[in-house]
């Protein structure tokens, strides 16, 4: 069964070599734009890209304002501060997800509290969310208290996993009922729709990565979007170093970062983002190949959830429990095709063992079952 998987991998991406898990693609303008950059002289943290790039991604999700940072980790360390998060504040999020958010929490002194997440989305989940919510918490002047620590709740970070929308419109209506800020943390699902809805814009405040790895990517890079004027114009502030504008003097009025976009990194995004509509499309089309394949298989293949159009970043199957995983896991390497299980839980790395976690059980069963298979865009 699993030679049949790695040949049926092989013949998507017509190639008996070596399959990375997903690997960028440059087949548009990004040399005629790094060139000009270098030529202009602009390679650093000033030039027309930057501002390009920000506007081609406010258009792209809808978002009011867009702040393009260093990478996404920067950015959702910045969304942190700008949504209020204080030193030994709790902050709700998924064990589920990449290392960046839980450090993203960390980079401030708060800490994550470990909610479950959906088997159907992978994501964070309202129902989860909800249960904790009602059981655990109180509204207290205003803020959400939890009640055994009484630690403010000060924000909450679902995470798109590979590209499959949270039901992010019930987190974000039940955040609101407690009075706790929403920060999508993006990096997976630039592009990704929700009830036609862009991920990213839902929240407060939303971030995306555009590391090497992820579905366009600039080496690396990230950004913040958000709808709200004073946010959208601190955050621009506050990752320039907090300098205030002005033509000769250097006057800094708040401790600042410097968590600036080059402009040489914001021409290779310029030149990506103008192809990231094919590249979803494509991506798309290797997801119906896999799902019809899997489906033959008896091997369950994650698909996007109800109401979404997902941009299916990285593809993932669920084998039958941990050891038809790592079977799958060294037969698929040992032959060429790289594969790989999802992240270890959080909760179970030793920075995070004396978080606060909830019953995560699906979390638990995806991890043990869960594994992704490449995914790159085909070039034809
Ligand atoms: C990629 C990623 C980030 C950001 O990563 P950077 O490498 O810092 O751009 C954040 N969260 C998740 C879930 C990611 O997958």
Redesign the pocket.
Known sequence: MYKKVVEFIREQFKTDEFIPLHAPVFTGNEKEYLLETIDSTFVSSVGKYVDKFEELIRDYTGAKYAIATT??????HMALMLAGVKQGDLVLTQPL?????CN?ISYIGAEPLFIDVDKETLSLSADALNEFLKEAVEVKDGQAIHKNTGRRIAACIP?H?FGHPARIDELVDLCQQYNINLIE?A??SLGTTYKNQQTGTFGLLG?Y???G??TITCG???MIVTNDEHLGKLAKHLTTQAKVPHRWDFVHDHIGYNYRLPNLNAALACAQIEQLDAFIANKRELAENYHNFFAKQDIQFVSEPNDSKSNYWLNAILLKNREERDEFLTYSNENGVMTRPVWELMNRLPMFTKAITTDISNAEWIADRLVNIPSSVRVK
Do not use: P, Q, V
């Open positions: 990478n996404g980790t920067s950015a959702l997800s990449f290392i960046a958010t993203a995470m996993t943390d990096a997976e971030t990565s555009f590391n790895n992820k690396g890079g990230g």
